[in-house]
């Protein structure tokens, strides 16, 4: 009698996942992130510059994660600068490169060489760009920028106070929310002075200063408080979906499960509200299903619906570190071979492939570790997500079995050095 393995469906093996993968890694964000859209993996960006022009050298981390690595990142890329990049390793993701403490003491990011001048301090950056290649927008040192660049310290001030500072029951979480709305309603205000759809009209410096922390605040306030930033303010919805008109933004933009995780080690702690709607919101954004919010409401993550080529690029980006994700699954190279290559099949053909018994842990494990924009974009992860997350569901013998718990004092299970070494050549051109 026939087993029943045999009548399991056959997973692609990975030969054939590579040619499912080959119009994706035909792209120039494969075949050369230096001339494409905006891209975690570049490092370098030269928009039509010979390379011998290039004056610029951005040292950020290797994460993509860093918030004041990302606004200068952002005016680099909105100012069409050519730039390299060095990637760098932050602490809490592991051992910090040594040439780099020996170029900047204390090894803090970001950090700029203009023509050989070593330049650190994110706003500092900012201002020294803008005095060598022009403002952008109306500049972050116009009289109008001035008090709004005060404001995004209130507000991260206040957020802080109310997602970090534990609170002794209701009445505390209310004056936490109360002291962070305060802020985010002024900033709502400064949203609708100009005709918009930016802070001073046009987008400008300011804008992107106040990006990175719109973004944590977005993604962390939906994790520990089931509080939807956008549906409160349509006027900060408005300026994000503006933003996320732009292929530059779409480039560096995270998601609520990266920030959810990756915040804690780097603010000493996240302090849940516990409430029935935070903890079924931060349940759904760990295990789906994704969107975390059903339509017809409208998805907090993104306003942008999903490219046709996001499962392409979620599997090519998979094959480019193939071996380095097997190595580091708790399941071992053989134990996850073949339940990955099911999961890969799901999120390519759409066909269901159950796994081996025993696969959900292994599979569960990798879903915890995609890091947006570090591996892949918001929907290409959503949807390796998705098929991770369908395949474990099927393990015959533990469907349910969780991956291992991700850490909350660091994330040494994030440590780039092992994919630095490890990457596939023939799939694609950086980390
Ligand atoms: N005031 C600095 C703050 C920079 C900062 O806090 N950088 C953090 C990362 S978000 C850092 O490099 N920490 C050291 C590390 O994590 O390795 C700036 O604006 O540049």
């Not at 981390?61 to 390299?84: G, N």
């Not at 803008?130 to 972050?140: D, K, N, S, V, W």
């Not at 802080?160 to 709502?188: D, I, K, N, T």
């Not at 990006?211 to 408080?225: C, W």
């Amino acid at each position: 009698m026939a087993g029943l393995a045999s009548v399991l469906p056959e997973p692609l093996d990975w030969a054939q996942l590579t040619s499912e993968a080959a119009s994706a890694l035909a792209t120039p964000a494969f075949t050369d992130p230096s001339t494409g859209p905006t891209s975690a993996q570049a490092l370098q960006r030269l928009f039509g510059h010979p390379e011998g022009e290039v004056r610029v050298t951005l040292y950020r981390d290797h994460h993509a994660w860093c918030p004041y690595c990302q606004k200068v990142w952002l005016w680099l890329e909105e100012r069409r600068v050519p730039y390299r990049i060095r990637k760098v390793t932050m602490f809490c993701y592991g051992q910090k490169e040594p040439w780099y403490t020996d170029l900047v003491r204390g090894g803090m990011l970001p950090a700029l060489e203009l023509d050989g001048r070593l330049i650190t301090e994110s706003d500092r950056i900012l201002e020294v760009l803008e005095t060598t290649f022009g403002p952008l927008g109306l500049g972050m040192n116009a009289r109008e920028a001035l008090p709004l660049r005060q404001l995004e310290r209130q507000l991260f001030r206040a957020w802080c106070q109310w997602l970090c500072v534990p609170s002794r029951g209701a009445a505390e979480e209310a004056r936490g929310q109360e002291g962070f709305e305060r802020f985010a309603e002024h900033f709502a205000i400064a949203l609708t002075a100009d005709a918009g759809p930016f802070l001073l009209g046009e987008l400008g410096t300011v804008d992107l200063i106040f990006v990175p922390y719109l973004e944590r605040m977005n993604a962390s306030l939906a994790y520990f408080k089931g509080y939807l930033l956008r549906d409160r303010y349509p006027a900060i919805d408005r300026w994000f979906r503006h933003l996320e008109q732009r292929s530059t933004y779409l480039g560096t933009q995270s998601d609520f499960h990266t920030h959810a995780h990756d915040l804690p080690p780097q603010m000493g702690g996240c302090h849940a509200s516990g409430t029935p709607v935070q903890r079924a919101l931060a349940e759904r954004i760990d295990a789906g299903p994704w969107p975390v919010v059903a339509p017809p409401g409208s998805d907090p993550e993104t306003s942008q619906s999903e490219p046709a080529d996001a499962a392409g690029v979620a599997l090519a980006r998979v094959l480019r570190h193939r071996d380095t994700l097997l190595a580091r699954n708790p399941l071992g190279p053989a134990g996850l071979d073949r339940p990955l290559r099911c999961a890969l099949t799901r999120l390519i053909t759409g066909r269901e492939c159950p796994p081996p018994a025993g696969s959900a842990r292994g599979l569960r494990y990798l879903c915890d570790r995609i890091s947006v924009p570090r591996d892949m974009p918001l929907h290409s992860a959503r949807l390796l997500r998705r098929s991770l997350e369908a395949t474990a569901r099927q393990d015959p013998s533990n469907p349910s079995a969780p991956g291992e718990p991700i850490p909350v004092q660091h994330r040494r299970d994030q440590d780039p050095s092992p994919f630095l070494a490890g990457a596939n050549p023939l799939a694609g051109a950086s980390l």
